[in-house]
């Protein structure tokens, strides 16, 4: 019997193919981090909607095949298939999810999955309901089980080469998928090549027999890519969630080992540094030679700066006001120092009441703002400083702006391209980025505007 295809279902089955290729390859770092139930879950909502894939793939490639004979699908059987499928497509996910596979598994574990392509195929034609018969060249079949062995050993290699892809490489995980949805396609295709039909009695059950029309078949094509696509954005979301919330870990853990120093230098050296100072003093006075007096005097000054820029460096890297006071009082406190030593006038505008904030999150804010005003008053010469902290759209934004003469336009290109020119803007910079935030430095006649922004959680 002369058969034809449908060109645009068969470019279409293709294309489901590359899909559930490109979906396995997605979701299997997904299970492959998760543990206990959450990766049970995330390995059935994998299994099905890359098995869907594989049997939307066959399915629709039955149906771009013609025969000059009506053809029904006995829809329980098309069900079967759909089941063997998911199974097909469970299994190589849980393969891809296994940290280590050697080259002997991955070769018997691709003679498994492979099997399980060969069935959905064959349960697939079983379902069809037509005045023909079938039968297979056995030339022709073999070569197809062996293609499909060869597929998926050569899949389950590029799950496992292509799955941990990082985003500017992840055109290498788009081509692994092209190259395991055409050979899954071939897989197919090459069974069907080897089917010879020929006409027979009309004698058989038509009980559940159902006709699909190439709408139907589009329409079953294009609701296996949707559910492909949903399981793809689903696991894209909970990627970003857990970098998002690595990153604030990462950030917690940066704070804490900042205030550990803080607190050492303070307490360990600090106070080790003012017992020298206390020593040096009593020896000092008791010693009656001039130079020996001036050369102790020298050394406590030295003392004296060191523990002074101690103090400095611990206050820095873990202010202690904002464990005391929080970040608002503690924000007035220095502000109203700053005023009063530099002689600079600062307009603090808390414009909106502040929601609840991290510790990270003061300390970063409270570091951008000590730079700003140290750098006001040591190379701008300024004679008033504004300090804007507000909330708009989940966003917490702070601007310090001064009256100054302005950055230097050389030093501000160099700002902008991130180095780091000595004015404290790598610091700052550091603690905005470590939160997911931007801190933009413009800089004119007209003065200075640091501007951070920063995302808050939901």
Known sequence: MAASYNYFLVILSIFIAISAAYAALDLAPRITVARGWVRLAWLTCGAFAVGIGFWSMHFTGMLAFSLPVPVDYDWPTVLLSLTAGVFAAGFSLFVLSQETMGRIQIVALGILVGAALITI??????????AAEYRYDFRLASVTVMLAVFVSVTGLWLGFRFRDEINDRAWRKIAGALVAGAAISSVHYSAMAAATFSPSSPDFDVAHAVRISTI???????????????????????KRLA??????????????????????????????????????VRLRDSVEDLTARKSLSDSINIIN???????????????PELETLGFRAATIVYVDGFRERSGICVDLNFATPLPHLSLALECALFKVIQESLLNAARHSGSQAVQIQIRVENNQLELKVKDDGRGIPAETL???????????????????????????????????????????LPA
């Open 413 to 455: 290109r160099t700002l902008q391209r991130g180095a780091n020119p000595g004015l404290g803007s790598a610091v700052m910079q550091s603690r905005i980025e470590e939160l997911g935030g931007q801190l933009e430095i413009t800089s004119g006649a007209w003065g200075t505007l640091v501007k951070a922004v920063i995302p």
């Open 305 to 319: 700066a060191s523990m002074e820029r101690v103090r400095t460096i611990s206050h820095l890297m873990y202010p």
């Open 121 to 130: 195929h064959n349960i697939g034609m079983r379902a069809m309901r037509m």
């Open 243 to 280: 970098e998002q919330k690595a990153r604030e870990q990462l950030v917690h853990w940066q704070n804490e080992e900042r205030r550990r120093i803080g607190r050492n230098l303070h307490d360990d050296i600090g106070q080790g540094l003012f017992a020298v100072k206390l020593d040096l």
């Open 216 to 238: 139907g078949a589009a329409a079953i094509a294009m609701a296996t890519l949707v559910i492909q696509g949903l399981a793809m954005t689903t696991a894209f979301a909970n």
